[in-house]
């Protein structure tokens, strides 16, 4: 649908808020037929209310695997027009239950089903290998010709030139964009908030969050509204891949062209081979032909675990910084038992190496110009800065406007604590081997928390260190899901006595009651350039321990 182009910033910021809204509910009232309604008064965990409302067909075509559903695509058992339409329903419920949707785009989406269902009919072939695959987009990832606002209100009228690179390449193997999903202010929040849409929630529970910055997208695919991008608090898969790998061009945000730490893009997905999927398309599609800065690696498919192949797991139980809640330490505790019985595999502790300082670093090198382009955008529209974004830029001690020498020196630590970590890393070896020189025995992955908990509850997420530390690193990470928090087994040690202020401030934020119910997710991460690697461990593991424990709707 048209966006009006004609919004001035001299406008109050809640006006454009307003119209915000308006656009984001007349492109879901297009979606025929129409979105059912909700009851008046929704419980805490809405997850299975979309089951309970759509017709049988739709539930079968959006709770299918993203696999599944290209199988039956592919043999024409399913037209694109009846997934599309199907997804388009379930989006707009997702919306309702979780405010994770910032528009719909079901004249567009249809328009490409159409086009899909009519190429199979001539060809009696799919398109390509996502042909009719529903895929959501965070709206920071440009769309030609929609609006591209990062979550800033003063944006609301910037509009995209042509498709982010990735969009190009998923389009070309035969995607369907339905819908475009909420971040946060500042894209800098592990929540989801801003003054454009207010708060994404959790579909577990309202009273919690999202995850950020991509809460929408956690939202939406955890009530499978969608098939792709936070996991961990929505029960689902997702890879943060080795930055390069992944087409950035035609994002959205502040800072453009700064890269001491580099962003990634990665899928999000209700299996595992749908991660897989994602960046198989990707990659395959050789996208460091057009975008130079990408490394040109082509995606391994071939590598597998054989239950002969001899393993070894590092466990960080806690990363010296922050302990993780009881439910978390539970999770890891059940995978570990079970890991312990697999031949072949080793399970060791990993000892945590100054990841403090690991903290130090990365948030020194966040907001190089002290977050003054940050304030500029957010000033010009008038809207006010949201908790996170002022605890993230202002309230953090490491956040200056850097000169050159400094941030040389950043840089120079950056490098310098990468170094150290890969010789912690190697030095868990069990030999050398004199013939070759190579190293043997090296661990394979870190198995560790997401977070210091499961999904927190709204402006409490000031922790980042699970998953700041491998962003410093530029190491690959897969979340997976494992179980459920239960408010009978996951009390709280009364006589917990915390290594630190921000350790004890943690703590302090767990209540096995108020969290009952919740997703419990770990992370595997590998090392540089070991995205595959990673994901064919986690399958392994899945598979021979019986991951997760707990059904996931």
Known sequence: MARNTSTKQKRPWQDIAREAQEYRDASIAKVRPDVPPLPTVLPRNVINIPRNTLGEKEIQITEATPESLLSMLALGELTATAVTTAFLRRAGLAQKLTNCVTELLPERALARAQYLDDYFAQHRKPLGPLHG???????????????????????????????????????????VFHARTTQPQSLMHLET?????????????????????????????????????????????????????????????????????????????TSLSGITLFMKTVIDMKPWLSEPALIPLPWNSSFKISPHQPLKIGVLWHDGVVRPHPPVTRALRSVVSRLESIPNLTVIDWEPYLHDEAWAIISSLYFTDGGAEDASVMAASGEPWLPLTKWIIKENPCVKKLSMQELWYWQEEREAYRKEY????????????????????????????????????????RYWGYTSQWNLLDYPAVVFPVSKVDAVVDVAEKEYSPMNDIDRDNWMLYDPKRFAGLPISLQLVGRRFEDEKVIAVLEYIKKEIGLPFVDFP
């Open 133 to 175: 695959l529903p895929i959501s987009i965070k709206e920071h990832i440009g769309v030609e010709g929609l609006g591209l606002n990062a979550g800033y209100v003063a944006w609301w009228d910037k509009l995209a030139e042509e498709d982010a690179h990735v969009l190009q390449i998923l389009w070309r193997a035969g995607a």
């Open 193 to 269: 908030d801003n003054n454009l849409y207010g708060v994404t929630v959790n579909p577990y529970n309202h009273a919690v969050s999202a995850g950020g910055s991509s809460g929408g997208e956690g939202a939406l695919i955890g009530l499978r509204g969608s098939i792709r991008s936070p996991a961990a608090n929505n029960g689902i898969y997702g890879l943060k891949p080795t930055a390069f790998r992944v087409p950035t061009d035609g994002w959205s945000s502040t800072m453009a062209g700064a890269d001491p730490i580099v962003t990634v893009i990665g899928p999000l997905s």
């Open 422 to 461: 890969a010789k912690v890393w190697n030095d868990t070896a069990t030999c050398r081997n004199n013939e070759t020189g190579e190293i043997e025995g090296v661990v394979d992955a870190i198995l560790c928390p997401v977070g210091p908990g499961v999904a927190p509850l709204r402006n409490t997420a």
